[in-house]
């Protein structure tokens, strides 16, 4: 039911952060690779915000994340997307140099995790833009 709502309406930030916290939980360990990565790379505030350990294993991303999700039904809800939404943006740039280091020698890897990181940075766009409309109370 939510997978096909607009991305930025609640249904729709709910949808991304339910599936973003699925794919942290299959897989901490690439999860925990690729926003290591991303937190090396990124010249932002976006691992500050997102708020994980430095560095972070798979339990504490695992750990993190639940967090995050959390906090979208105790906490302030623009604030759990706007953590969600670092959070992409930090994994986004570690998929994306990862996918690099891919490139020459497993090019279908590399362009996995060149779609992995095109999803996230989607999601980051959506779940920041979905924080501002909550924060004008008009996230319908």
Not at 108 to 126: C, F, G, M, N, W
Request: proline letters at 6%.
């Amino acid at each position: 039911m939510w997978s096909k709502a607009p991305s930025r309406t609640l249904p729709g930030a709910l949808w991304r952060l339910y599936v973003l916290q699925l794919a942290i939980h299959a897989d901490p360990r690439t999860a925990a690779l690729l926003y290591d990565r991303g937190r090396v790379e990124l010249p932002s505030a976006d691992v500050v915000i997102a708020g994980a350990p430095v560095p972070a294993s798979p339990d504490e991303l695992v750990a993190l994340i639940d967090t995050i999700l959390r906090g979208a039904f105790r906490g302030d809800f623009a604030v759990a997307l706007d953590r969600a939404g670092a959070f992409c943006r930090v994994q986004a740039s570690g998929a994306t140099h990862t996918a690099d280091d891919y490139e020459q020698t497993e090019p279908a890897r590399a362009s996995e995790l060149t779609r992995r990181a095109l999803r996230l940075s989607s999601y980051a766009q959506d779940l920041t833009a979905a924080a501002v409309l909550w924060r004008m109370g008009a996230l319908a």
